[in-house]
């Protein structure tokens, strides 16, 4: 079946410009993830929803960034007033529920560059 | 900061050899999990080994677990060109909530 989807591949942008990600989970998927990957580390945790409940924001850097998931579905991942030390491949994943042994299936990322 | 720490950064190995990457952590943890990245884009899932499991196998993956050491390491034996990808070990903990930890990777190179 489809597997997670991310939208755009990639996104050139301004500094100081709005932009948005989205991510189409795995249909049935109840949990969804975003994770930012700077060039060449390693993944860094940004947001966590599970089903309706109040989702886990610890990760986001700063109050430019928030996400929401509408429906138990689609998510959008928004950074405001962008700025060049965000520029990093945004990944989404989904896993069928929160559980610390389910495996998370990972799209193919948005690569955001600001210039 | 980051949960796991990845040993080596890099390797590069000929067709066939065996590559061995080595992942440690800090805190207890409730499972490792070893991912595959294929040009910075998405990642793919491994393998899964349990903090009370030793040793995992898949395949031509073997994943070994010491929670003693805090620390875990991923064999691909006979390697193959397709296996040049960069892996990360990803950690989950109670503490953590459902969160994975990653490392910052290995980057394998095999040449054919």
């Known amino acids: 079946g489809a597997g997670v989807s991310q939208s755009p591949s990639n996104k050139v942008t301004e500094k100081g410009k709005d932009v948005e990600l989205r991510c189409d989970p795995i249909s049935g998927h109840t949990a969804l993830y975003w994770y930012r990957q700077s060039l060449g580390q390693g993944l860094e945790f940004l947001i966590y929803f599970q089903g309706n409940s109040a989702p886990d924001k610890s990760g986001l850097p700063s109050d430019r960034f928030s996400a929401e998931r509408t429906g138990g579905s689609v998510s959008t991942l928004t950074i405001q007033r962008t700025q060049q030390e965000d520029s990093a491949v945004y990944l989404c994943?989904?896993?069928?529920?929160?559980?610390?042994?389910?495996?998370?299936?990972f799209g193919p990322g948005t690569r955001l560059l600001v210039l | 900061s980051q949960q796991g720490e990845e040993d080596p950064q890099a390797l590069s190995i000929q067709e066939g050899e065996n590559a061995t990457m080595n992942c440690s952590y800090k805190?207890?943890?409730?499972?490792l999990q070893w991912y595959r990245q294929n040009s910075g884009r998405g990642l793919v899932h491994l393998i899964l080994i349990r903090s009370n499991e030793r040793e995992k196998h898949s395949g031509r993956l073997r994943v070994t677990l010491d929670t003693s050491k805090k620390s875990s390491s991923l064999l691909i034996t006979a390697s193959r060109a397709a296996d040049t990808a960069s892996y990360f070990c990803?950690?989950?903990?109670?503490?953590?909530?459902?969160?994975?930890?990653f490392g910052g990777g290995t980057r394998v190179l095999v040449k054919p």
């Open positions: 805190t207890s943890i409730n499972n």
């Open positions: 994943a989904s896993s069928l529920t929160s559980g610390v042994q389910e495996t998370q299936y």
């Open positions: 990803a950690t989950d903990a109670w503490a953590a909530g459902n969160k994975l930890t």
